[in-house]
């Protein structure tokens, strides 16, 4: 994932890039004529001080690497996000972002 957060007037703002396939399971390969299987982000968290300030529940819908722009309130130069998700294959990524 590709993070970046900042803070203004008490407010945390956070743009991010999830890096996934997002497969929807319906697409063919094109050489095999077989099903490509289906694997997207299920849920999508994002931690302040231990406490989940974000969370976000995708589908199959979803577009490959996607981009998600949010905010909330709190946050300090220099403090660390935990950013996490996972897909319905089990596959899990974990990032940390700083504020600045």
Not at 45 to 66: D, I, L, M, R, W
Request: proline share 3%; hydrophobic share 30%; aromatic share 8%.
């Amino acid at each position: 994932m590709k993070v970046k957060a900042k803070v203004k007037n008490n407010i945390t703002s956070v743009r991010l890039l999830a890096k996934h396939p997002m497969e929807t399971g319906r697409r063919v390969n094109k050489e095999t004529g077989e099903k490509i299987p289906a694997k997207y982000i299920q849920e999508l968290t994002c931690e302040y001080n231990g406490k989940v300030v974000f969370v976000a529940h995708f589908g199959t819908s979803v577009s490959q690497n996607p981009y998600l722009a949010f905010s909330f309130e709190g946050g300090t130069k220099g403090d660390s996000l935990q950013l996490r998700w996972n897909d319905n294959t089990g596959d899990v990524d974990k990032t940390e972002a700083r504020i600045k």
